[in-house]
C-alpha cells in the first residue's frame, strides 16, 4: 500500500472543508479526484502533500507519517500544484535548476532533463524571462516540469491540464499514459472528466468534504453510464442558465 488516510478531517475556522476521509492507494493506480468547486480536491492534495496539517484523523505515505515530512517522502513524490506560485524572478531554466538541486541532481542529467522536458512540453526554459512574464499555460508547464525532473514514483497533480492549449493538452495526456504504463502512482484533480475516464483506473468523488464514490469505472458505472452522468447523478444536477436582468 501507498497511501493510507485514515478518519482525515481539515477544518477551516468553523467549516470543515474535509470530513471523514478514508482511503488506501495501491502502487501503480491512477486515481482521479473529482468534485465540484469548493469540493475539497485542493485541499486532500494539500494535505497529503504536507502543505497542510490535518484537524483530525492520519495520513500515511509508503508507511512515513505525512505531516513529520520526512525526506524519505520528498524524494519519491512530484508535486504539481493548482496555484503556479513558483519564483517569479528567476528564468524558467533557473527555476528547475534550482529544483533539480534541491533533489540532488547531477548537473548533467538535471541539463538533459530541463532540456528534453522543454522539448516535450515545447517551452524554452533557456530563454532570458522571468516567470512573472510567463503565460498561465507556460507556469503550468513549468511546474509540472518541477514536479517530474527527480523521476518521482508517487505524483500529485492539481488540476494538471487546466490553462494547456489542445496541443500541450494531448501531450501531457499522452506523456500520463506513458506515466501510468511504466507504474507511477498518481493522484490528479480535473473537472475534464472525458480525460479522468480515459486516464484513470479509479475515481474519488468528493462532495461538500466527504467521499461520496469511490471505484473503478467498473464498479461505479451503471449500464452504458459515462463518468460525466456518473459525476451529474452523484453530485448534482445543472441549473438553468438563466438571469433575471438579462
Ligand atoms: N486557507 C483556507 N482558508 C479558509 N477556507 C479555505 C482555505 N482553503 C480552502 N478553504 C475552503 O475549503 C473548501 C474546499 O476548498 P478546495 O480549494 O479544497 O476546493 P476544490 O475542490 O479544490 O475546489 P475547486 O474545484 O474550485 O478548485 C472551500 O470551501 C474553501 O473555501
Avoid at 524571462?129 to 527527480?150: E, N, Q, R, W, Y
Avoid at 514514483?153 to 500520463?176: A, H, I, K, Q
Avoid at 480525460?195 to 468534504?209: D, K, M, P, T, V
Wanted: glycine letters at 10%.
Amino acid at each position: 500500500m501507498v497511501i493510507n488516510v485514515e478518519s482525515l478531517g481539515r477544518r477551516f475556522g468553523d467549516v470543515w472543508a474535509l470530513k471523514e476521509i478514508n482511503f488506501q492507494v495501491q502502487a501503480g493506480e491512477f486515481i482521479g479526484i473529482l468534485g465540484r468547486n469548493g469540493a475539497g480536491k485542493t485541499t486532500l492534495v494539500r494535505l497529503l502533500t504536507g502543505q497542510l496539517s490535518p484537524s483530525e484523523g492520519s495520513m500515511d505515505i509508503c508507511k512515513h507519517r505525512v505531516e513529520s515530512r520526512p525526506t524519505a517522502l520528498r524524494r519519491i513524490m512530484g508535486v504539481m500544484p493548482d496555484t503556479t506560485a513558483l519564483f517569479d524572478g528567476l528564468t524558467g531554466e533557473q527555476y528547475l535548476h534550482f529544483v533539480g538541486r534541491i533533489h540532488g541532481l547531477q548537473e548533467e542529467v538535471l541539463q538533459n532533463r530541463i532540456r528534453e522536458l522543454g522539448e516535450l512540453l515545447e517551452i524554452d526554459f533557456l530563454q532570458p524571462l522571468p516567470i512573472v512574464d510567463f503565460s498561465f499555460g507556460m507556469k503550468k508547464k513549468t511546474a509540472l516540469s518541477a514536479a517530474l525532473l527527480h523521476a518521482p514514483s508517487l505524483l500529485f497533480l492539481d488540476e494538471p491540464f487546466e490553462g494547456l492549449d489542445p496541443v500541450s493538452s494531448d501531450t501531457l495526456r499522452s506523456l500520463l499514459e506513458s506515466l501510468r504504463d511504466h507504474g507511477t502512482t498518481i493522484l490528479m484533480t480535473s473537472h475534464l472528466l472525458g480525460l479522468a475516464e480515459r486516464l484513470c483506473s479509479r475515481f474519488i468523488i468528493i462532495n461538500q468534504g466527504r467521499i461520496e464514490a469511490d471505484g473503478s469505472a467498473e464498479s461505479l458505472l451503471r449500464g452504458n453510464e459515462t463518468l460525466e452522468s456518473l459525476f451529474l447523478r452523484t453530485v448534482g444536477k445543472a441549473k438553468a442558465g438563466a438571469l433575471t436582468w438579462m
